[in-house]
T-cell receptor, first 114, second 111 residues
Framework: GAVVSQHPSWVICKSGTSVKIECRSLDFQATTMFWYRQFPKQSLMLMATSNEGSKATYEQGVEKDKFLINHASLTLSTLTVTSAHPEDSSFYIC??????????FGPGTRLTVL | TQLLEQSPQFLSIQEGENLTVYCNSSSVFSSLQWYRQEPGEGPVLLVTVVTGGEVKKLKRLTFQFGDARKDSSLHITAAQTGDTGLYLCAGSNFGNEKLTFGTGTRLTIIP
């Protein structure tokens, strides 16, 4: 149980285009999902907290107009990288929480912006 | 801001050896989790510890939560090549679902 999926697993796009990444909890409902960014050989950096039915809460320094988050249902959250540029290239990981101390992570999405 | 420092940052040892990874903070956490992440994949939860002084074992892995709930350790006995990966500790506090991740320890087991 507690499986989280992400789609796509990797994406290559041209600079200036927008990319949407989906995060789904497959066998449980999650009122809260999280989006992380991970640079090579580094730990995870929390970008935002996504709550079902309400606006996402962004961490300091994360541009909310660039990284649009929608949590339309208890099993789906989406992250849209708008007007992507090469510096947005990264590994994006989502997680879904079960309770206050446990998160299950998706397999990640590697974004490459040319 | 709560920070979690892991040491060592990198560790490369021979198969069969033992090792310990540390996760330290100046802040108290209600619980602490350990994850392992392989390249190109998301972190996989190994264990959650919630009680000060708690020790949990998962086959050859032993996890300990410090008495003051500010630190934790992961000990691997007789390391195997399959243990290779990025080990991450993460702390959380009751009532706040956010996780604070440690800086990570990249472990390589040499056959």
């Amino acid at each position: 149980g507690a499986v989280v999926s992400q789609h796509p697993s990797w994406v290559i796009c041209k600079s200036g285009t927008s990319v949407k990444i989906e995060c789904r909890s497959l066998d449980f409902q999650a009122t809260t999902m999280f989006w992380y960014r991970q640079f090579p050989k580094q730990s995870l950096m929390l970008m935002a907290t996504s709550n079902e039915g309400s606006k996402a809460t962004y961490e300091q320094g994360v541009e909310k107009d660039k990284f649009l988050i929608n949590h339309a249902s208890l099993t789906l959250s989406t992250l849209t990288v708008t007007s992507a540029h090469p510096e947005d290239s990264s590994f994006y990981i989502c997680s879904a929480s079960i309770g206050w101390d446990t998160q299950y992570f998706g397999p990640g999405t590697r974004l490459t912006v040319l | 801001t709560q920070l979690l420092e892991q040491s060592p940052q990198f560790l490369s040892i021979q198969e069969g050896e033992n090792l310990t990874v540390y996760c330290n903070s100046s802040s108290v956490f209600s619980s602490l989790q350990w994850y392992r992440q392989e390249p190109g994949e998301g972190p996989v939860l190994l264990v959650t510890v919630v009680t000060g002084g708690e020790v949990k074992k998962l086959k050859r892995l032993t996890f300990q939560f410090g008495d003051a709930r500010k630190d934790s350790s992961l000990h691997i006995t007789a390391a195997q090549t399959g243990d290779t990966g990025l080990y991450l500790c993460a702390g959380s506090n009751f009532g706040n679902e956010k996780l604070t991740f440690g800086t990570g320890t990249r472990l390589t087991i040499i056959p």
